[in-house]
């Protein structure tokens, strides 16, 4: 099991990058082909061209469908920021383990729901309530869905959060909320803009809850939805490069700020 | 000790008074769980012993939804194909999830974090743009059939690569590879090196470190990425709606148009979900006490 030498892991490097580049070929392949000239989408490429770009940005639904995302990405982070700061605090100051693991578990439950199955029950729901399909009943939807994530990621960033430098701060005087002001928010702040930021990528890419919830109001995953239904078409693949830049800047940034050790 | 560290075990009753705002702190997330997840399925539940009348929802108790569901062959057919798919989907990621999990912990130990971080990315880069990605790849003039012809290698287009379960299986499999790792590397992180090397020191051999050691540390891992693998797989819609094609159907499909499709049936749609859901759960079960008992040893 303690292999010694490199040599004899060939073999595994093998492997992994074999791994790695079949979960990578879809996100090269939609970037390559957006810059393809032939609409044909097979290989050789004979020429390259910006008109893909040209013709997925002269869509007149793209502005809607964006501005819309842009709301819910704004929501989802605010909202799921917010909660999810609190409830891993929350978890974290718990006494007992057993009690800190079953809440932290039990909160990662709608991660582990298919989403088809989620966006159905919420749907039911809102019917249920009377409550028209539309932006807001989307934005519960990735408050709910991104939670799991915000929260286990503000878990794992916050569980080397030294709590004796608040209680040193409360023993010299200091009121709750002006040690928290003072000294916890500093600390946390970069875990916390992490898990937004990971909470807005969440949002920018979720589809099936909101295809269930958002009624005949557009966002950029259902415009592109739509897009795709209708066959093939290389402008998809440039609207698709653009939204994929948008999420690695988020996802990267997200991971960034957590991996600067706040305490 | 520090100074601080000192300070606050004197001070222990101003301590625990800090803890009053626990319960505040988790209200936020438990109020929104309570209300926007668990009711939601209650009433996906309640709802699947409903009956539906054109478009209206007409509340009594009847069980015509799920008779439906057993008396239609159509449905039965899905349902199995749709577990066979989800099966097979599970079977092919956990090994890779596995080996991918091994070799992050104990043979490229300095390149984890990366690994890691990579799978992340591709775990939140597009979840529609990835399927659809698929669609040029094995398409019937896709990256692979054109490459294959343009080496000479086959005269016309492989037909299977695209619109059949095996692009639904290739597709799901790369879509939740990576949530498969996290499980699998976590369990394994627990394990101790030196453990290992201690046993190994006194004379264990691999195949005993591997049946004492590893595989008791990783199951948890590795049943809970089964789990969520299936039953993923077994939910997802728009990978075999994008690149499924006719034979390639799967329940999500039909759960799916019950809800947005022209003849919307919601009743029929959530009892549908709950005995998908029930048979995927119900499989996990049995599959999770056969690998007990199997690893008894």
């Known amino acids: ?263 | 000790m520090s100074s601080a560290d000192a300070v606050a075990s004197m001070s222990t009753p101003p301590r625990s008074s800090g803890r009053g705002g626990v319960p505040l702190m988790l209200a936020p997330v438990g109020g929104f769980y309570l209300l926007f997840f668990v009711i939601p399925m209650c009433s996906l539940f309640v709802l699947s012993f409903w009956r539906a009348q054109g478009f209206d929802i007409v509340p009594t108790f009847t069980l015509d939804s799920y008779a439906k569901i057993a008396s239609s062959p159509l449905y039965r057919i899905i349902l199995l194909r749709t577990i066979g798919v989800g099966l097979v989907t599970a079977a092919i990621t956990v090994p890779i999830a596995f080996a991918l999990s091994y070799l992050m912990r104990f043979v490229f130990e300095r390149r984890a974090q990366l690994i890691l971080q990579l799978l992340l990315i591709s775990l939140f880069s597009g979840y529609l743009v990835r399927i659809y990605a698929w669609r040029t790849i094995l398409g019937k003039q896709g990256l692979l059939n054109s490459t294959f012809t343009w080496l000479g290698l086959i005269d016309a287009p492989i037909e299977f690569l695209i619109y059949s379960r095996f692009a639904v299986i290739v597709t799901l499999v790369g879509l939740l590879l990576p949530l498969a790792v996290l499980p699998i590397y976590s369990a394994m992180s627990n394990i101790s090196r030196d453990h290992l090397e201690i046993a190994s020191d006194l004379g264990s051999r691999r195949l005993y470190l591997v049946r004492t050691i590893l595989i008791p540390m990783a199951l948890p891992g590795v049943n809970t990425a089964f789990a969520f693998t299936f039953l993923l797989a077994a939910g997802d819609f728009v990978t075999p709606n994008l690149v499924g094609g006719s034979q390639g159907i799967m329940i999500g499909n039909v759960i799916a148009d019950q809800f947005r499709g022209t003849g919307a049936n919601w009743p029929l749609g959530a009892a549908l979900a709950f005995v998908t859901v029930s048979c995927v759960m119900l499989i996990v079960w049995a599959i999770n006490r056969v690998i007990r008992w199997v690893t008894r040893w």
């Open chain 1, 1 to 263: 099991m303690v292999t010694s030498g490199q040599r004899r892991h060939y073999g595994a490097g093998i492997f992994v990058l074999a791994v790695l580049l079949y979960l990578y070929a879809p996100v090269v392949v939609t970037v390559l082909f957006s810059f393809a000239d032939s609409p044909r989408l097979s290989l050789p490429i004979q020429g390259l061209t910006l008109d893909w770009y040209a013709s997925a940005l002269a869509n007149p639904l793209i502005v809607t469908a964006l501005r819309n995302t842009l709301i819910l990405a704004a929501i989802s982070a605010v909202g799921g920021c917010l909660a999810g700061t609190a409830f891993a605090f929350g978890v974290l100051k718990l006494q007992g383990l057993r009690l800190r693991q079953a809440l932290l578990t039990a909160s990662l439950l709608p991660a582990v729901v298919p989403l088809l199955v989620i966006g159905i029950a919420l749907a039911v729901f809102f019917r249920f309530l009377g409550s028209q399909p539309g932006l807001l009943n989307a934005a519960i939807g990735h408050i709910l869905v991104s939670l799991p994530f915000v929260i286990l990621s503000l878990n794992a960033r916050l569980e080397t959060f030294d709590f004796s430098v608040v209680e040193a701060a409360r023993d010299l005087g200091a009121p709750p909320m002006r040690a928290f002001l003072d000294i916890t928010l500093p600390l946390i702040r970069p875990s916390v803009v992490g898990a937004g930021l990971l909470a807005a990528a969440l949002s920018l890419d979720e589809f099936i809850v909101t295809w269930f919830n958002v009624g005949t109001q557009l966002t950029a995953p259902v415009l592109v939805w739509g897009l795709m239904r209708r066959g093939v078409d290389p402008s998809i693949n440039a609207l698709a490069t653009l939204f994929l830049m948008a999420l690695l800047i988020l996802i990267i940034a997200s991971s960034q700020l957590g991996r600067r050790k706040s305490a």
